[in-house]
């Protein structure tokens, strides 16, 4: 899959590595991201992909994969405007959904991050989860449910 995306984007004229490492590397401690380009001690390319994107279909694989190749084009270390070029350039081409960030759910896939704590409206019920202790989770008495309801944090399990 990997050498399918990157003659795709070849075909497109983007500029991609030459020196992309021709394995690609599962990763079974990643919770929150999809997928990781770095550069390797020999300055190619090596891509990273969660473990769990294993069981997605090849559609959601290739998009990832894409996002992955486009950051060793010059200059795309980031998600910077030419990054967004080229990404939008294989959307268009290649019917991708290619962008900055994407869930697991969006790949077919349960999500992977730890919850530890549950947002509960005391009206409707409705239960969000949080897995960093963020504004919401440590003043929930500034925020308000959709539904108008106060809001009260649990930790998760309970």
Known sequence: LLQHVIRQARALDI?????????????????????????????????????PLAQAEDRAVCQVLAHEVLHTCPGCANHGPLWRAWAQKMNQAWGYRIRRTDTFEAMGLPDQRPVRYLVVCTRCGRRTPRMKRSPLVAHPERYRCRCGGALQVIPAGE
């Open 15 to 51: 500029p991609v590595s030459p020196a992309i490492r021709p394995t690609v590397a599962l990763n079974r401690r990643a919770k929150t991201r999809l997928g990781c380009c770095r550069r390797g001690p020999d300055g190619g390319h090596v891509i990273e992909l969660a473990a």
